[in-house]
């Protein structure tokens, strides 16, 4: 029968069998799956196992410094590299979606490789691909129908030479939460909403500046903020908020403004292929608005999303 005990010990004894001494490179993301693969693995190989941790400068706000230390917590072998300056110049004058992510995907690689290369005598690349992965890179980004092209899967170049390995690859996303609960997965990540790859550049419509990505942390975080003061956090699949690429008229005191938009976004789904928009309460809603407008500089409306997916999308982009 399976249960994550029998899981972790079986992949385990599995993983030490296969790997043996070698030397393991892995990407961690902040997010529950890469975070429970490099668990697994350093149960399995210890010091073996080397972690990479990049900041895209897409991040959430303090996200990268507070996870960061969250995984040397939990003793794993990580460095962390702050890329932010370099995505940022690459994204420098993109507005066209698929080109964002094309882009944060190379220069992901890029970052990788390089970092992947100054670790002696690697031989495996491990990633944190899970079951339904494995499927929706099959069905929705085939060679014939891409909708959007997740990096996830298979973005990492043959030319690395190394070998592959999946230690999760045949879980379902409830099963990776409840083995990293097994192995000590700290609640901050383990309950974590989903986050894209590409991060708030697919939340920022139009261009990417670094005061736009600014703009949208701060912003986001009063919303994801008063989702868990209010207790509402766990009962969302996901949420987060979409800086709009226009302004719109306001007033405060007797001036006139002319300001951003944003639009917060929150959903409830199983998988992500379908979503229904969450009817968080007017009052919560209430306050968050007034909260952001009257703490952030530079917003003046606050919409929220009452969407559902499909049609609409869970990002925007
Ligand atoms: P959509 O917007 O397609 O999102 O309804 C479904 C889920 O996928 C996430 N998402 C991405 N994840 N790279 C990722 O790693 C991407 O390019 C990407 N685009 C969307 C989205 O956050 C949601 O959870």
Known sequence: DWSPASFVAATVEELRN????DKVVLGLSGGVD??????????AIGPNLCCIFVNNGLLRKNEFDSVLDSYKHLGLNVKGVDASERFLKELDGVSEPEAKRKIIGRVFIEVFDEEAHLIKDVKWLAQGTIYPDVIESVSVNGPSVTIKSHHNVGGLPEKMNLK???????LFKDEVRRVGKELGLPENILGRHPF??????IRILGE??????????????????ALKANNLYDSVWQAGVMLLPVK?????????????VVALRAVQSTDGMTADWVHLPYEFLARVSNEIINKV?????????????????????
Not at 208 to 225: K, W
Not at 297 to 309: A, H, L, Q, T
């Open 196 to 201: 894209p790859g590409p991060g708030l550049a």
């Open 164 to 170: 592959v390995i999946e230690p999760l690859k045949l």
């Open 248 to 260: 719109s008229v306001g007033v405060m005191g007797d001036e006139r403004t002319y300001e951003s």
């Open 297 to 317: 500089r530079g917003v003046n409306r606050v919409v929220y999303d009452i969407s559902s997916k499909p049609p609409a999308t869970i990002e925007w982009e």
């Open 34 to 43: 890469s975070s429970v693969a490099a668990l697994l693995l350093h149960k």
């Open 18 to 21: 296969t790997l043996g001494n």
């Open 208 to 225: 990417i500046t670094a005061e736009r990505v600014a703009l949208l942390q701060e912003v986001d975080d009063i919303f994801i903020n």
